[in-house]
């Protein structure tokens, strides 16, 4: 059976913990699925921390990565979505995409005969939201009854790190101003997920109140440049700072999937201070992708990959 990885609800409860487990795993333990094989990495959006990670955990797992721009492949200019990807499903044991427009990776798992990676759209990343994750288990040991709270935008980003949270136990309060908030739609089907829960305000310091960890992303994301002068104004008060996370609990962290930019979303005492936790979140971005990787190839048939 070929799985795709789109959204983080692409996995179930025991399937997001094993996916978890499998990344903290020694590699050697994970023997080498991509032994003799590629995988297509396709980048319409370019990317630092999700180029290099996602390489390395595919030489990890012993294949070989091929990194594309997106005008390279030029997705309905140059072929069709379905073209480009039964064309590289026939080269590749898995594809991975970092798209504008989430309807590219979900007619890319349409029609492929091997596992699609959303490494990010517009409607989520759920490859950071398992380095999130991650992260914090490593901090707390269990999410189960953990306070999380997200400041800012409620974008991809916060969409798929409150999925993976309530899926995992743990109690989500996002501090949105008004026009950029989640939904109610949203909210009620993440609420449903999982063990955990999910509120919103409008005050962030309502939002950090008691949190285990406070998140936060940049305020205005790559393809939102014509928007920056009006955000800046909305979000001025989501700024975390060292006022904003005295409200939080006495051992909370920051986090921040990065690029972050201080003085904006965060004052570089938070980021830069004894509670941040953004480098060993970014460095389980290669851990999170490898354990992803390993699972979903061993639900894969790999006979005519081998071929």
């Keep these: 059976m070929t799985r795709h990885f789109l959204e983080l609800t692409d996995l179930s409860v025991a399937e997001l913990d094993e996916v978890l487990r499998l990344g903290v795993a020694p590699i050697a333990s994970l023997g080498c699925p991509l032994r003799g094989l ?9 990317s630092n921390r999700t180029r290099q990670s996602m390489e390395m955990a595919v030489v990890q797992l012993g294949g ?27 080269y590749h044991a898995v ?12 007619r890319m798992a349409a029609v492929s005969a091997v596992p699609v990676v959303n490494m990010l759209s517009d409607h989520s990343h759920p490859l950071q939201a398992l380095a ?13 009854d953990r306070s999380i709270a997200y400041v800012g935008d409620f974008n991809n980003v916060a969409r798929s790190l409150s999925e993976a949270c309530v899926m995992l136990g743990a109690h989500v309060h996002l501090g949105c101003p ?3 908030e989640a939904s109610d739609d949203d909210l009620a089907r993440i609420d449903g997920l999982g063990a955990g829960t999910i509120v919103q305000t409008r005050d962030p310091v309502s939002a950090v109140a008691g949190a285990d960890a406070v998140h936060t992303d940049t305020w205005t994301s790559m393809g939102q440049e ?28 920051f986090m921040h999937c990065l690029p972050a930019y ?10 830069d201070g004894p509670r941040s936790r953004v480098f060993a979140q970014g460095h389980n971005r290669m851990h999170a992708a490898r354990g992803l990787l390993a699972f979903l190839l061993a639900d894969t048939d790999r006979t005519d990959l081998a071929r």
């Design 262 to 271: 201080r003085g904006l979303e965060v004052s570089a005492e938070v980021i």
């Design 64 to 90: 070989h990565p091929v990194y594309t721009r997106g005008e390279e492949v030029g997705f309905d200019t140059r072929e069709t979505v379905e073209d480009v990807t039964r064309i590289m499903a026939g």
């Design 178 to 180: 008004e026009g950029y």
């Design 38 to 46: 590629g995988a297509a990495l396709i980048f319409e959006k370019p």
């Design 95 to 106: 594809l991975a995409a970092r798209v504008f427009d989430h309807r590219v990776v979900s």
């Design 132 to 144: 999130d994750t991650m992260t914090m288990l490593a901090e707390f040991g269990s999410l189960r």
């Design 226 to 253: 014509m928007e920056k002068a009006e955000r800046m104004e909305v979000f001025g008060r989501y700024q975390v700072n060292d006022g904003l996370l005295a409200a939080a609990g006495p051992n909370a962290i």
